[in-house]
């Protein structure tokens, strides 16, 4: 059975288009037909494929799948299998009520090659931009131990946990960069369009300025007459850092700072922290071993710093040590973090302690979001307003004096 793209008209007169598996296009076009729709194009994802892959589709460039789409469809694949659907037909059922068309022929063509004998884990792999490493193992576990099911419950538990972890940084990082940018966008009109027109008093008189006034002067020069310089300069500057930040080293550096930063450094941390242990938790309980687990954590920290510190901690476990004495020995995790990992080891609840650790953490990031939106308003809204008054203030004082000049 092969997948076809389709555009056609309903009983309406209005245009449609959809993804269909069928025998041929023939009974494709029956099938429609029964539908009160005439199919008007019909072509095989395979040749749709290639033939886009040669034109630019600006609509499906800016197309994602989002983590929150994929927990939907796990867990609706999770309530299938439960209820006993095998799983090509379980598989048909998702990919019928999916509008995404990426995650929709991603799912398509995972079903095929179900139908055709290959396991979930490894159609999966086929469509690593969607489904990643965790993803991925976590199936293949659930799909050797014969518990698919509750551990795609467990998978879309994770991803929803994961999603609203990101929400929250979002959400603390947007608000100042808003700011920031509001900010840039105020003291440039008033450098570019309204000290010009306010210094041009001064020149019909002559009287000395003072130095913060000639230095808003030279400012406001240089901005009106080498704009394109100074945005040349940004470019360059922040195309000089992607490419160090693309470097090993530079990377590296790069989050360590991210780490050292006041207020966002231990925010990061515990982001990070809480996606460890969340991520390490869930594979091991859905059977992935250790070095494995270990493994696929460490690449979804998303921080150079860490990620190193996980590396070492894999080969110390490989070599027989525990969980723990790694990560302490780092300092760059918590000592509470360290200590409620070497006690579930200790005693066997090791997935459970980690849960509880993700968890707390979680509940952190949240408060600490909250009181940095807290302090971050009112702190950017004085700097700012604090700018624009050295501004006006660097302008009316000498106006000032020339009012008491000429009286």
Not at 2 to 12: K, N
Not at 65 to 94: C, F, H, K, W, Y
Request: proline share 4%; with cysteine; net charge positive.
């Amino acid at each position: 059975m092969a997948v076809y793209q389709w555009q056609g008209i309903d009983r309406r007169g209005k245009a449609i288009k959809g993804i269909r598996d069928a025998d041929s296009v023939k009974a494709l076009r029956l099938v429609l037909r029964k539908e009160g729709v005439i199919a008007t194009a019909i072509e095989e994802e395979t040749a749709a494929r290639k033939r886009s892959a040669k034109e630019i589709d600006l609509k499906r460039f800016f197309q994602r799948v989002s983590t929150q789409e994929i927990a939907m469809t796990t867990r609706q694949l999770s309530t299938l299998l439960v209820a006993g659907v095998p799983l090509v037909e379980a598989l048909s059922a998702v990919m019928e009520q999916l509008e995404n068309p990426l995650l929709k022929t991603a799912f398509t063509q995972t079903r095929d090659k179900v139908n055709e004998g290959s396991s979930l884990a490894d159609a999966l792999k086929d469509h690593p931009k969607i489904f990643p490493d965790v993803y991925i193992n976590m199936v293949a576990a659930g799909e050797a131990s014969g518990t698919l099911d509750n551990v795609l419950e467990r998978l879309a538990e994770f991803l929803d946990a994961q999603a609203e972890l990101k929400n929250k940084v979002a959400g603390a990082l947007i608000y100042p960069i808003i700011l920031s940018g509001v900010m840039v966008l105020v003291i440039t009109i008033i450098m570019l369009f309204v000290v010009p027109k306010v210094t041009a008093i001064y020149a019909d008189f002559q009287q000395t300025l003072p130095w913060y006034t000639n230095l808003l002067i030279m400012t406001s020069d240089f901005m009106s007459g080498y704009w394109w310089l100074l945005l040349l300069l940004i470019i360059g500057a922040r195309y000089a850092l992607r490419r160090w930040k693309s470097t090993p080293e530079g990377r590296f550096k790069w989050d360590g700072k991210m780490l050292e930063l006041p207020l966002f450094g231990p925010l990061f941390t515990m982001v990070a922290v809480a996606r460890f242990a969340r991520t390490l938790s869930t594979l091991l309980s859905s059977g992935v071993q250790v070095l494995t687990a270990m493994d696929i954590t460490r690449n979804v920290l998303g921080n150079q710093v860490l990620m190193r510190v996980v590396e070492e901690a894999r080969e110390a476990i490989r070599e027989g040590e525990s969980i723990a004495l790694p990560l302490k020995r780092s300092g760059r995790f918590p000592p509470i973090v360290t200590h409620m990992i070497a006690i579930g080891e200790r005693s066997g609840q090791l997935e459970q302690m980690l849960q509880h650790v993700a968890n707390a953490y979680d509940n952190q990031v949240s408060m600490r979001v909250s009181t940095m939106t807290r302090i971050l308003e009112p702190l950017m809204i004085l700097l700012m307003a604090a700018v624009v008054l050295c501004i006006v203030m660097a302008m009316l004082i000498p106006l000032l004096q020339i009012n008491e000049f000429v009286q």
